[in-house]
């Protein structure tokens, strides 16, 4: 009985695939918004000043940083589906084949990977706009130890990992 709650319970995490899903629609959407933004500002300000051109690059890395989210949360999507609900849809699939999602571990090793991308992005995006400050040297350190902690618990869930296939 106990075994059979569990067989069905794994479909409740439907509710996260699709959450997962919206969330990625929306952020590429916000992408396409502020790629058109970007465009805008650029043709408006063809003769840009120093200042300006700051602001088309901290406008591309804002691009960059929501994209690598909404791919991220497609990712996730993708990678729930497959290893809670069926697999064999995405035997077929090169999409997923790249990916070599086959563990939950995959996914938090995804996770943690892109949440280092996405702390330097938004670190680039102050140092674009603020210059070297000592606001923006506080906010390094304290980035680098955040990333340092993630590097550390990559490495741990690594060896956590192979121990597991032993």
């Known amino acids: 009985m106990l075994q059979n ?18 969330s990625s629609i929306f ?17 408006k300000n063809i003769y840009a000043t120093n200042f300006e051109v700051k602001i088309v690059v901290v406008k591309f890395l804002k691009i960059l940083d929501v994209s690598l989210i909404a791919i991220t949360f497609h990712l996730i999507s993708a990678g729930f589906y497959k290893l809670f609900i069926q697999q064999a849809i995405f035997d077929n699939s090169s999409f997923l084949k790249t990916l070599s999602i086959n563990k939950f571990h995959d996914l938090k090793v995804i996770i943690l990977h892109v949440s280092i991308i996405v702390i330097v ?12 400050t000592l606001a923006n040297l506080y906010a390094g350190i304290s980035s680098s130890l ?3 902690a993630i590097i550390f618990t990559c490495k741990l869930l690594d060896n956590d990992h192979h121990k597991d296939d032993e």
Do not use: M
């Open 146 to 148: 955040v990333i340092l």
């Open 27 to 43: 952020l590429y959407l916000s992408t396409i918004y502020l790629l058109i933004d970007a465009i805008i500002f650029i043709i």
């Open 5 to 22: 709650f569990f067989e069905k319970s794994r479909f409740l995490v439907i509710i996260v695939i699709i959450n997962c899903i919206i």
């Open 121 to 132: 992005i938004l670190f680039l995006e102050d140092i674009v706009v603020f210059g070297g």
